[in-house]
């Protein structure tokens, strides 16, 4: 499985469009469930005739409650010769007689032919996988099938419990980065974390280790903090968008950190945005970088209960700098983490006002 127009982790564009069963479809409005999206081209090439066979061999996967399919036909006579029927729950048809959405998902080529391809999507509506439909052709559905296999069932329907107001989400940076922001930590080791406080008038850093015990490693790769710097525009930065609506423009902080056990790694509850220096960070993002290799070091937002937050390596906890949180303390082994903070233009400008406020260290 492969990226072509897109990588995994990214949004899938939505669109409008008509299908076989209504003249005005919202694509964004079938979230919540894993999407097979198949752009087949025309029901009549024997490759898409053997590929739609194969999906109705497989007819029950497809539920609407887990998982849908949908179809993406260019071919005016898929719809005038009743070559493909959709059926209802699970397996539904697209008419991009006009190839617009085959554009939009980068499978039109120069030709105008397509580049027959099937996306898997995950409830959010981001790209899970992308499988090329290429021979043996014969392998595309039960390779696709085995993947679907794989994927954890969606929760079932339950009363909501309190929680904070934060941003879980999942395949921020693929398991290659995260493993090499490890690496680049490892070989050049941590210096001592403090924090920033207000005294006098002045945002000073200080070091206390009843209240934190980190180790930081800035990253001075210009290599490796783009690649951060870009999976976070294109992966992180539209779920902000589309849950906040708020829009980041900057990033502060390309840094690795690390809570080691060993130092009974922790910091206690705090919040980021309290000093003159700190005035301009909006959202925090907790991206983790290995998780399941330590024990303890879950996020926790005391004003909304005792859940404790974590996500799965290369995913997020993303949320406001007012909001009181704590990272609780590593227990056994060492949590890898990317720290940055998220603001805006606005905030850049209280960022430039607030710089003589700030205590340079010597």
């Not at 995950?122 to 679907?148: C, E, G, Q, W, Y």
């Not at 290659?176 to 924090?195: M, N, P, Q, T, V």
């Not at 303390?329 to 400008?349: E, H, K, N």
Request: glycine residues 6%.
């Amino acid at each position: 499985m492969r990226a072509t127009a897109f990588s995994v982790g990214q949004p899938a564009p939505w669109f409008h469009c008509r299908t076989q069963l209504r003249e005005r479809f919202c694509f964004d409005t079938i979230a919540g469930r894993y999407v097979v999206l198949c752009f087949f081209g025309s029901a009549a090439d024997p490759v898409s005739t053997k590929v739609l066979e194969d999906i109705q061999a497989h007819r029950p996967r497809f539920d609407d409650d887990q998982i849908c399919f949908f179809g993406v036909s260019v071919d005016p006579e898929d719809e005038k010769l009743k070559r493909v029927e959709s059926s209802i729950p699970g397996i539904r048809f697209i008419w991009d007689f006009d190839r617009s959405v085959s554009k939009l998902y980068g499978t039109l080529q120069p030709d105008g032919s397509i580049r027959q391809m099937t996306y898997v999507l995950d409830p959010a509506l981001r790209v899970l996988a992308i499988v090329p439909i290429k021979t043996p052709i014969d392998n595309h559905v039960p390779s696709l099938m085995r993947f679907l296999d794989r994927l954890p069932a969606t929760a079932a329907p339950h009363a909501a419990t309190p929680h904070a107001p934060v941003l879980v989400v999942p395949r921020i940076f693929e398991p290659s980065l995260c493993k090499a922001l490890i690496s680049y930590y490892d070989e050049r080791g941590g210096e001592e974390s403090g924090f920033m406080t207000e005294q006098s008038g002045k945002t000073v850093h200080i070091t206390d280790h009843n209240h934190k015990r980190r180790r930081d490693c800035v990253i001075e790769d210009e290599v490796l903090a783009k690649a951060c710097e870009s999976r976070i525009a294109s992966r992180l930065l539209p779920e902000l968008h589309k849950a906040f609506q708020f829009n980041a423009t900057r990033m502060e902080r390309y840094l690795v950190a690390c809570y080691n056990s060993e130092e009974g790694g922790h910091f206690r509850p705090h919040r980021d945005n309290t000093t003159k220096g700190t005035a301009h960070r909006r959202f925090a993002v907790s991206l983790f970088l290995n998780s399941g290799e330590y024990e303890g070091g879950f996020l926790h937002f005391p004003e909304y209960g005792k859940v404790y937050y974590n996500a799965p390596t290369g995913g997020a906890v993303v949320f406001s700098c007012s909001l009181l949180h704590e990272a609780t303390s590593v227990t056994q082994g060492r949590r890898y983490m990317f720290l940055p903070f998220l603001y805006d233009d606005a905030a850049g400008v209280i960022r430039e006002q607030n710089l003589s406020f700030i205590e340079r260290q010597p």
